[in-house]
């Protein structure tokens, strides 16, 4: 919000400065992106429009669409560890007076981020094994595969 405001006030300073020194901003254009969103401001002073700017970091996807912003990501990320699904969410969110992000959006990043997690879990099970294995190699087990869940004490 601090960087839309900033880049406004020298973009009009830098193209306007001759006529009006004082800026008197309005908002001129907004666009949601999920509960991202991006802006545009216009002076009311001398008419001009500064560059759109968005309100939140980008985040590359395997996706081959536009990129993604990073609080859609953690909004999902989030949502797996919380007993709310999108649907609930969207409510939540219109109760708050926050207009929701699209249904389809939502469903689509929702799998992104399953799958990721998913991806992760597994390397860090995968990693977590081999470290069981190579500890029951250590002890000279005859199948270091094997993992006992309980050691009989002698
Ligand atoms: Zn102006």
Redesign the pocket.
Known sequence: MVEMWNIAIQT?ADE?AE??A???FKINTEEKWGIGWKYSLK??????ISPVVKLYKEITTDERDRKAAATNINLQAGLLDMPLGNSRTRLLLADLDIPPPAESGMSKLSSYVNSKTTDLNNESMRTKMEEVKNVNRRRGASNPNVINVAWSVP
Not at 43 to 48: I, M
Request: charged share 10%; with cysteine; net charge negative.
């Open positions: 009009h306007e006529v009006y004082v800026p008197q002076c009311l002073n001398c008419g001009f």
